[in-house]
């Protein structure tokens, strides 16, 4: 219980608000090759 009454919860937050904007990130939607999008699909000509 003494780890929960020292721990700095300003800087908990900060780690955890840092961490969900990362998160956040990597979730928009950015450009890239059809091939990376769709790489498991063979021509049919």
């Given at each position: 219980?003494?780890?929960i009454?020292?721990?700095?919860?300003?800087?908990?937050?900060?780690?955890?608000?840092?961490?969900?904007?990362?998160?956040?990130?990597?979730?928009?939607?950015?450009?890239a090759?059809?091939?990376?999008?769709?790489?498991?699909?063979?021509?049919?000509?």
């Amino acid at each position: 219980m003494s780890e929960i009454d020292s721990m700095d919860m300003l800087g908990f937050l900060g780690v955890r608000a840092w961490n969900a904007r990362k998160e956040k990130k990597k979730k928009e939607p950015r450009r890239a090759f059809i091939d990376e999008v769709w790489g498991n699909l063979t021509p049919t000509v």
